[in-house]
């Protein structure tokens, strides 16, 4: 950890993996959420069946699990986390109008699943908004963020 408390980075300022070998393996749990904002007909056409692509919001929620599962490989210094479980719900939301996507990364380990549930979230509304691209262009992703996480030294924490 360098003096001003980054911990992926050496006393040189090289970026290094975090070493975790010495933490307890404790339950960890994250939660993240996002949303696809799109036109009210958009939302419409999704829940008719009236996509050119299938049904966009199965689809993301297989997307955003495998995403997820793939977060060492797309985040350069997080750890692999073999075991992790990832639960993704897309959600429509007529007040948005849009969909709501929440991803949920549990795993008994060393290091927090934060990131895979973030990646999970944002895989899922990639693939809606690919999915549903050629009938509104305008949609737009918005608000990723982790909502809560449990585990670990720093115990709970909820967003207000």
Known sequence: MTDDGLTHFDESGRPRMVDVTGKDVTARVAVAE????????????????RTPKGNPLHIAEVAGIMGGKRTAELI???????????????????DL?????RAEARIAGQTGVEMEALTATSVALLTLYDMVKGVDRGMRIEGIRLVRKEGGRSGTWTAG
């Not at 109008?97 to 996507?101: K, N, Q």
């Open 34 to 49: 996002g949303r696809l904002a799109m036109a009210p007909a958009t939302l419409e056409r999704i829940l008719s069946g």
């Open 76 to 94: 350069p210094l997080c750890h692999q986390l073999p075991g992790a479980s990832i639960e993704v719900t897309v959600e429509p939301d007529p």
């Open 97 to 101: 109008p849009g969909v709501v996507v």
